[in-house]
């Protein structure tokens, strides 16, 4: 029998932050990972950069160390007053040293533990067996971002709506010439809330989008108008466009798209890979669209498509308090926050003009929304917390979820 202070399932953002704080904090810490390397949705799912959310954001020791650990090995700029433009392949190796110089305990390749190999006794969680081999530990974190290890032990959900917000299989394109491409931005866009240009040591950096909605005059439109008449790409092709460049990939840009309009459940396995079957045929689509209409890509191709879909939201723990919209836009305040953000409420849908994006004032999260009512030593990080759809849309968000793992790590610390 082997023994550890914390057990994290999922080595993703949320999962990262947690189990580097626990370790630092003096706590022995085992971090079980599905995958071979770490990152979750910033390396797995190629979600760069991390959105900024705020100036008074708490709990961010572990982005702080992570963005100057980036820095360090070339693959971090700030770009747009965003110190998270990060690069997602030597975030790889960065995110693993991190921990393992912390001294967390990565078990890899290993999938979520099934409900026989948990051991419970009423409402506390005693171990599991992993590898043929038994491991206690006092307490135990969801990391997983769809809540498996919850669903195994039978937790409460809460309701979910019919409507799943729609899926997004990220990619990057390489061999652009993006000094060529930013010029020509420049001069088709002029709203620089959408269209932003950036030299930083004589290095390019874009970032540009368009949807298909009527909320914007989009610069971009006439252009991907033609291509839906010139059957180049599908109607549903266009609802969301988004591309950012790359940390130390001067020729590369990382898009924000396919979203998958389709309306598939997260939580099940067979919509997961239909998502990742229809996302790869429409990246195909447009790489061809792009390499037509935009200059600088005359020579560009598909580098790398991300190796998990993009999960907005899944399946939410009922905690021992339930975070609402009311409490975020009322910005209550909480005697224990584990979050405070300003980061806008961002829920997307897979029909034009249904999208929502609110800008709010700041607001906090409380680490109860973050304890599982089931079990007392059950805690979950990440976008399954506990709080409403419109809520959550706010907090999933890789700022946020950062700060829950922090805050969860240093809460265990404190209570021993």
């Not at 630092?24 to 979750?40: D, H, M, R, V």
């Not at 990391?143 to 899926?167: I, R, S, V, W, Y």
């Not at 917390?385 to 700060?403: E, H, I, M, T």
Request: hydrophobic share 40%.
């Amino acid at each position: 029998m082997v023994f550890y202070d914390v057990i994290i399932l999922g080595g993703g953002t949320a999962g990262c932050s947690t189990a580097w704080n626990c370790a630092k904090l003096g706590l022995k810490t085992l971090l079980i990972e599905k995958k071979t390397y770490l990152g979750g949705t910033m390396t797995a799912g190629l979600v760069v950069p991390v959105m900024k959310s705020g100036e008074n954001q708490i709990n961010t020791d572990f982005y702080t160390k992570l963005t100057a650990r980036m820095h360090a090995a070339g693959g971090q700029v700030t770009y747009q007053n965003n110190h998270g433009w990060f690069n997602p392949i030597i975030l790889k190796s960065v995110l693993e040293q991190m921990l393992l110089d912390v001294g967390v305990n990565i078990q890899y390749n290993t999938l979520s533990v099934s409900n026989d190999k948990i051991h419970t006794d009423n409402n506390l969680i005693l171990g599991v067996d992993i590898l043929s081999e038994y491991i206690e530990a006092k307490y135990f974190i969801d990391a997983t971002g769809n809540l498996d290890f919850c669903k195994e032990l039978g937790c409460h959900f809460l309701p979910q709506p019919e409507a799943f917000q729609p899926m997004s299989l990220r990619f990057i394109m390489s061999g652009i010439d993006l000094d060529k491409f930013a010029q020509w931005l420049l001069r088709m866009d002029n709203d620089r809330e959408v269209t932003t240009v950036e030299y930083i040591n004589s290095v390019v950096h874009l970032s540009t989008a368009y949807t298909w909605d009527s909320d914007k005059n989009w610069a971009l439109a006439p252009l991907f108008d033609g291509a839906v008449s010139k059957n180049i790409i599908k109607d549903t092709d266009r609802n969301y466009f988004q591309v950012f460049s790359i940390a130390g990939m001067p020729d590369s840009l990382a898009f924000n798209c396919p979203r998958i309009v389709e309306n598939l459940n997260p939580n099940i396995d067979s919509d997961i890979q239909k998502a990742y079957e229809i996302g790869k045929a429409a990246i195909y689509r447009l790489e061809k669209f792009c390499k037509i209409y935009f200059p600088g890509f005359e020579n560009s191709y598909v580098s790398k498509i991300a190796d998990q879909v993009g999960i907005r939201a899944s399946r939410q723990i009922r905690g021992k308090y339930i975070y609402t919209i009311d409490d975020l836009r009322s910005g209550k305040k909480f005697k224990h926050p584990a979050v405070i953000s300003n980061y806008p409420v961002d829920v997307h849908s897979g029909k034009k003009d249904s999208s929502r994006l609110e800008k709010t004032g700041e607001y906090q999260l409380p680490i109860e929304s973050l304890m599982s009512i089931d079990y007392d030593n059950l805690f979950v990080a990440g976008r399954g917390l506990s709080a409403d759809s419109l809520a959550q849309g706010a907090l999933r968000v890789q700022a946020s979820c950062f700060s829950m793992g922090e805050a969860v790590a240093k809460y265990l610390a404190a209570i021993g």
